[in-house]
C-alpha cells in the first residue's frame, strides 16, 4: 500500500541533521483551535488531551502521541491535526504525564514503555466516542509505546490501525547511537530536558508540601552529571518505574520485542539515515507480522521527511499519514 505521490527529500535541506531540525527551529507551528480536556487517573495523576477536527459520533478518530520532551504543542503533532481535519476527521492530541506545561502529580513520570498509560487514554476515548473508528499515530517515543501497545493487545486490540514513525526499536541500541558524534549535540538537548522535568517537579512538590513525593526524588540522589541516557535511565527512569536498571528498562520497554504481537493493520514509516537510530534497531522483515507495513526510506531524518521548496515545503507525513488511514478505513467498511 505504496503512497501514490512519493517521498523526495528537500535539495535545500541535505542530509539527516537538517531534515531533523528544521521543523522543530524554523517551521511556523500550524494554529488550531482545540479543546483540551483533563483526564483523572485512579491513581491521582492527571493526562491533559488537545481535541480538534469534528465532533460528530461517527467522524474517525486518531490519537497523536508526541516524543520525548515534545507535547501536542509539537509541530509534528499540529501539522498532522491539521492536515486529518482537512479530511473530516477528529483527532486528539495526548501530553504524556508532565508534558502539557504543568507538572504531573506523582513521582513517576512517562518514558518509552508506558503503554499501561496508553491503554487508559485508549480506554478513554472508546468511552467518549463508542461509534467512532479509532486510530493512533505514534512518533519517536510515542511510536515505540504505540508498538509495543499493538503487540500487547494483538487480536484484542481496539484500535483500526496504528502509524509509528521513527522509533527506538531497541532503546539500549539507540541510547548507544546518540552518543556518536554530531549525535551527541541532541543527547545534550534531551539530558537538559530530562533533568529540568525533574528539577520542575521538585519545585512543584516543596510548593504543594507533597513531603513524601519530594522524598521519592530525592532519594535518586544528585540530578548531576547526567550526560548520557544510561545515565538517567539508570538513575531516574529505572527506580521511578519499577525497573531493576537500565539494562532491565531497555529490555522491557523496547518495541521490537512485541512487533510480533501486531494484529491490526500498521504502519511503520523510518528513515536509514536517522540519526537518533542505531540501523542495526531495525526490525528485518521476518520479524514483522502480516499486518505490518515497514516503509524504510533512505533519507529523511528523525521526524522529519520534508521536501518541496523553501516557499512550499511539503511534509511528507502530513500526506502519507492521512492517505494511508484513509486507505485502511475502506477496508473495514
Not at 524554523?26 to 469534528?54: K, N, V
Not at 473530516?88 to 508506558?114: D, F, I, K, Q, T
Not at 483500526?160 to 543527547?187: E, K
Amino acid at each position: 500500500m505504496n503512497s501514490a505521490d512519493p517521498f523526495k527529500p528537500a535539495w535545500w535541506l541535505p542530509g539527516p541533521h537538517l531534515q531533523t531540525l528544521w521543523s522543530p527551529f524554523f517551521r511556523a507551528a500550524p494554529q488550531l483551535h482545540r479543546q483540551r480536556e483533563r483526564l483523572w487517573l485512579e491513581d491521582g495523576d492527571f493526562i491533559d488531551l488537545d481535541w480538534h477536527g469534528p465532533h460528530e459520533a461517527h467522524a474517525p478518530l486518531v490519537l497523536a502521541l508526541h516524543g520525548l520532551t515534545g507535547s501536542s504543542g509539537s509541530h509534528y503533532i499540529l501539522g498532522l491535526q491539521q492536515s486529518l481535519a482537512a479530511r473530516g476527521w477528529a483527532s486528539v492530541a495526548l501530553n504524556w504525564r508532565g508534558c502539557s506545561g504543568e507538572p504531573n502529580h506523582l513521582p513517576r513520570g512517562y518514558h518509552s514503555g508506558v503503554s499501561d498509560d496508553l491503554a487508559l487514554v485508549i480506554a478513554h476515548l472508546r468511552a467518549q466516542r463508542p461509534l467512532a473508528p479509532l486510530y493512533a499515530v505514534g512518533y519517536s517515543l510515542g511510536g515505540n509505546v504505540l508498538l509495543k501497545y499493538l503487540g500487547e493487545t494483538g487480536s484484542d486490540c481496539p484500535l483500526w490501525g496504528g502509524v509509528a514513525v521513527s522509533v527506538p526499536f531497541r532503546l539500549d541500541q539507540c541510547a548507544d547511537r546518540i552518543g556518536i558524534g554530531f549525535s551527541r549535540v541532541y543527547q545534550a538537548h534531551f539530558m537538559r530536558e530530562l533533568v529540568a522535568y525533574v528539577k520542575t517537579k521538585q519545585q512543584a512538590f516543596i510548593q504543594r508540601g507533597s513531603h513524601e513525593h519530594l522524598a521519592s526524588l530525592e532519594r535518586l540522589g544528585t540530578l548531576d552529571g547526567m550526560r548520557t541516557f544510561w545515565d538517567f535511565d539508570g538513575r531516574v527512569t529505572a527506580p521511578l518505574h519499577g525497573f531493576a536498571d537500565a539494562h532491565d528498562y531497555y529490555r522491557r520497554a523496547s518495541s521490537r520485542y512485541y512487533l510480533g504481537g501486531i494484529r491490526v493493520p500498521t504502519l511503520i514509516i523510518h528513515s536509514s539515515d536517522d540519526p537518533f537510530i542505531d540501523a542495526h534497531s531495525v526490525p528485518s522483515p521476518d520479524e514483522l507480522t502480516a499486518a505490518t507495513e515497514l516503509e524504510l526510506l533512505g533519507q529523511g531524518g528523525h521526524v522529519g521527511f520534508i521536501g518541496g521548496t523553501p516557499r512550499q515545503p511539503d511534509y511528507y507525513l502530513e500526506r502519507r499519514i492521512p492517505e494511508w488511514l484513509v486507505q485502511i478505513s475502506r477496508t473495514r467498511y
